[in-house]
């Protein structure tokens, strides 16, 4: 009878130490994940998530009252520059569309909305919206509770769409050919869509912001995108040998970069190249 109580016992703390284990491990991971990499600031806070460094939407709409031209750049120069970080958009071009689409965040669509680059609901669009006359009365356009989220979106707009993927072959530094190419592409039905955008860029030096990106941030898979990265967006019959020969690095370099089991791609990719 000792001899069973004894083992009884023993079974029992090995079952607990396993299950404490457990819970401990998964904490862990949890903590890391979310504080791999984070910055706060004014209006202007970041922090690792599932969405690539933006913080959780808690529901509530926040309207900014912006003075001018030059507290508009002020506040989301940041943002800009992060979302030129992660997906390859010079962050000149984004501020230039956000001022001229948004009238520097005095606008109707943008105080009633958060949307500041004018993106309509389009087929699939899941979230909150609004109506606004533009080209046609009434029409329906996306809402966000908070303007960053607008700036999240417009990177996706453009990075998941394949007639933007050619932009993406452009120099992030060339603002002028990103202008051109975004009125090529069907951004806007305005002809002088491109010079607006150029116009706003050097009166106000925004390519000052093209710059490297002074900060090293992890994404939610670990992949480290530091300030020299430089993203692929895969178009329809790439291989990655083409791709590793476009970028003069080698298959193995961009299946170590992006954590790929497989050569394996899929148009829309986007890849760590450099």
């Not at 703390?13 to 404490?20: F, I």
């Not at 001022?99 to 109707?108: A, I, V």
């Not at 998941?160 to 951004?187: E, I, M, Q, V």
């Not at 670990?222 to 298959?251: F, M, W």
């Amino acid at each position: 009878m000792k001899k069973i109580a004894v083992i009884s016992i023993i079974l029992v703390l090995l079952s607990s130490s396993c299950k404490t284990k457990k819970r401990t491990t998964y904490s862990k991971n949890l903590k890391t994940k979310n504080v791999i990499a984070s910055k706060k600031g004014g209006n202007k806070i970041y922090n690792t998530s599932d969405d690539k460094s933006l913080p959780v939407d808690n529901g509530k709409f926040v309207q900014f009252k912006i003075a001018s031209i030059e507290e508009y750049i002020e506040t989301f120069a940041e943002i800009a520059q992060f979302e030129m970080m992660v997906y390859g958009i010079p962050a000149s071009i984004t501020l230039a569309q956000g001022l001229l689409e948004s009238g520097f965040g005095k606008g109707e669509l943008a105080m009633k909305t958060n949307n500041h680059f004018g993106i309509k609901c389009h087929k699939g669009w899941n979230g909150d919206f609004d109506f606004h006359d533009d080209d046609e009365k009434g029409e329906c356009f996306r809402k966000y509770n908070h303007p960053r989220y607008s700036y999240r979106d417009h990177s996706k707009f453009l990075t998941t769409r394949s007639r933007y993927a050619f932009l993406f072959d452009y120099n992030p530094n060339n603002y002028k050919k990103w202008a051109h190419g975004l009125r090529k592409a069907g951004y806007a039905t305005d002809k002088r869509y491109p010079q607006k955008l150029i116009y706003l860029i050097e009166k106000h030096k925004l390519y000052r912001f093209d710059s490297k990106y002074q900060k090293t941030v992890v994404d939610s898979d670990d992949v480290v995108i530091s300030e020299a990265s430089k993203i692929h967006l895969v178009k329809k019959g790439e291989t990655l040998y083409a791709i590793s020969r476009k970028y003069n690095v080698s298959v193995n370099q961009i299946m170590q970069l992006n954590k790929m089991k497989n050569t394996n791609l899929a148009i829309g990719q986007k890849l760590l190249v450099k």
